[in-house]
């Protein structure tokens, strides 16, 4: 299962899935890529047996590894099954990493190595409480910000993400003239819908070290570029929806 589906900003129900599994005869495995360091993860006490995440999402290191973990029960599969593999044999790092002093099988990347734990190091200065909780009020201001401006979510409200969030691109915008003056006037990325989606949403990341700053940024560009190509907007209105979100009362965040 992926728990955080980066291309439709829905955050799946990891915990309540595990609950389920539980009955199964079944190893559970979830992709954390765009949800670890962002969202709750509790790898044991959701019951998940294998748990896989990359660095350069929330965990906001920077690109090339992967972390993954596995619980005996999955080691049990791993142990019956015959590797095929060579570079990615679990058993050959498991053999490595269990000596005295720990090794990898093969030659790791020692400068993301230094990065990852510059960034894991960050992520421990924050909190992870802390982290999840300015992630999920992040995703507030965003969803905030852009219906304040009149725009609709892709996804279900109450299942969006804490990470992303995907918006429906208003009716006779093209990808090109709203993300491409996003980015070459405003110098704010915002991705694109994938394959059928293409050209039908945008998605805004709120992933990793961000802070109210972009957010207020990227939506004050969002209703400018709106703006310049006809749409009704009164400038400042999803602004101030994101505001309104970080004041005390709706927001007891220290900021970041
Ligand atoms: C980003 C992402 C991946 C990995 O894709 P990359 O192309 O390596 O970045 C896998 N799963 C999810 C849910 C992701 O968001």
Not at 38 to 45: E, N
Not at 139 to 167: D, Q, R
Request: some cysteine.
């Amino acid at each position: 299962m992926v728990h955080n589906e980066t291309s439709t900003g829905v955050e799946n129900p990891i915990e309540e899935v595990g609950k389920i599994l539980k009955d199964f005869d079944a190893l559970y495995v979830v992709d954390t890529v765009s949800s670890l360091g962002g969202a709750d993860v509790q790898v044991d006490d959701f019951g998940i047996d294998i748990c896989v995440t990359g660095s350069q999402k929330c965990l906001a290191a920077p690109p090339g590894m992967a972390a993954i973990t596995l619980n005996d029960d999955a080691w049990e599969v791993v142990d019956k099954t015959e590797s095929k593999t060579y570079y990615l044999n679990l058993k050959k790092y498991r053999k490595s990493g269990s000596k005295a002093v720990p090794e990898t099988p093969y030659t790791p990347s020692v400068s993301l190595m230094y990065a990852m734990n510059e960034a894991l190091k960050i992520i421990m200065e924050e909190g992870l409480e802390a982290r999840i909780k300015r992630h999920e009020q992040a995703a507030k201001a965003t969803v905030n910000g852009v219906k304040a401006i009149g725009l609709e979510l892709f996804a279900n409200e109450e299942a969006s993400s804490s990470t992303v969030t995907a918006v429906n691109m208003p009716e006779g915008m093209t990808d090109k003239n709203f993300r491409g003056t996003m980015r070459n006037k405003y110098r704010i990325e915002l991705a694109g819908g994938q394959d059928h989606l293409k050209g039908n949403v945008f998605r805004i990341g709120h992933m990793g070290n961000i802070t109210h700053r972009e957010i207020i940024s990227t939506i004050a560009a969002i209703e400018m570029s709106l703006k310049e190509f006809g749409y009704e907007v009164e400038l400042g209105t999803g602004v101030a929806a994101v505001h309104e979100s970080y004041m005390p009362g709706n927001n007891s965040l220290e900021f970041f």
